[in-house]
């Protein structure tokens, strides 16, 4: 008995937390599926009630509690429908491509990019901006390539080697980083629940990148929009 117990803590221990897309609404950080009494509230019969509990997070981009939700997405009438299209009027293709060099093969998907910058800051030598193909997997060291690549919040980087792909970094805690008036940056494998998720082709489930100024043509995902619309945070 006291076994089954322990196992059972361990299970808990293991689960990891998930994040719930409400239809236009907030992010529901949920870090405990089971449901727990909630105090001072009871029904009809005098029965005490339990729930869920989780931590509702802005989306619209427009709380004045950032980066918690205050209802605001209701006032605005905010929607989290999904355009897919750029500023200059393209559509974004939702396709993965792959640089090959003698020792890596570099896949990239431009749809589901944050645009962070990690990528053409801390490697300008691979991944350049203004070239065209725009990586080159044999411009560095094969340690400076995948340190970069373990560097992207988005997942839109992955590497092969010896035909084997890393994409995931499952050494790490799960993990929600408010990032400086910009995305909110996923990692350690949290759970992304919700209707019509679509993650891109290749993309990681492990690191991801979810908009918080409610901008993204890619939503919920994050797709750079932050930047174009001047997104500010001014308390985080």
């Known amino acids: 008995m006291e076994t089954n117990k322990v196992e059972q803590q361990q299970d808990k221990l293991k689960e990891k937390p998930k994040i719930l897309t ?4 907030p992010y529901y950080l949920i870090n405990e599926m089971e449901p727990k009494v909630v105090e001072n509230l009871r029904n009809s019969n005098g029965e005490s009630l339990s729930t869920i509990r989780g931590i509702a997070l802005c989306r619209c981009g427009a709380s004045k509690n950032k980066p918690f939700c205050d209802g605001t997405h209701g006032i605005i009438r905010f929607l989290n429908n999904d355009t897919e299209v750029t500023e200059t009027g393209h559509i974004v293709k939702d396709k993965r491509k792959t640089y090959a060099g003698k020792k890596i093969i570099i896949h990239d998907n431009r749809k589901i990019c944050s645009h962070a910058a990690e990528c053409v ?10 070239a065209r193909p725009w990586i080159d ?12 690549i373990r560097k992207c919040p988005s997942g839109a980087l992955s590497y ?15 993990m929600v980083t408010v990032s400086k008036e910009g995305p909110y940056i996923i990692t350690g494998g949290v759970e992304l629940i919700g ?18 100024c409610g901008a993204s043509r890619n939503k919920p995902f994050c797709d750079g929009m932050h930047r174009v619309i001047n997104f500010k945070d001014d308390k985080n």
């Open 22 to 25: 409400l239809p236009n609404g």
């Open 121 to 130: 800051n801390n490697l300008p030598s691979v991944f350049k901006f203004d």
């Open 137 to 148: 997997p044999e411009a560095a060291t094969l340690e400076e390539s995948i340190n970069t």
């Open 160 to 174: 092969s080697i010896d035909g084997v792909e890393y994409k995931d970094q499952n050494e790490r805690k799960p």
């Open 195 to 212: 209707d019509n998720l679509q993650f891109g082709d290749g993309a990681s489930k492990e690191h991801y990148t979810l908009c918080r």
